[in-house]
């Protein structure tokens, strides 16, 4: 059973950075792409940042130029790091496997930007 674990979030100043990870435990982690999404009050969870197991990358054209996903297969970690945040950006954010999340969800890491 794989279980996702976030971590790196908090309160941040707008144009502040965050750099979120997110440990999964089991075997697979190599063979999978990978994603970062994203959860506001009221919204569904979007995916924002995804990650193939060979390395190539995509983003949402709002975290475009901003956010770099990154992962680490010895540590079974992928990151992402937040830069020039805005207040638009605020929502628990959640890691799964890339496109089609197929594993229990983890907790979360709340990222709340404000002045």
């Known amino acids: 059973q794989v279980r996702l674990v976030e971590s790196g979030g908090g309160l941040v100043q707008p144009v502040g950075s965050l750099r979120l990870s997110c440990v999964m435990s089991g075997s697979l982690f190599m063979s999978y792409g990978l994603g970062w999404y994203r959860q506001a009050p009221g919204n569904q969870r979007d995916l924002v940042a995804s990650?193939?197991?060979?390395?190539?990358?995509d983003y949402v054209d709002s975290v475009k130029g901003r956010f770099t996903i990154s992962r680490d297969n010895a540590r079974k970690t992928v990151y992402l790091q937040m830069n020039s945040l805005k207040p638009e950006d605020s929502a628990v954010y959640y890691c799964?496997?890339?496109?089609?999340?197929?594993?229990?969800w983890g907790q979360g890491t709340q990222v709340t930007v404000s002045s």
């Open positions: 990650i193939t197991s060979s390395g190539s990358t």
């Open positions: 799964n496997t890339g496109a089609t999340p197929i594993w229990s």
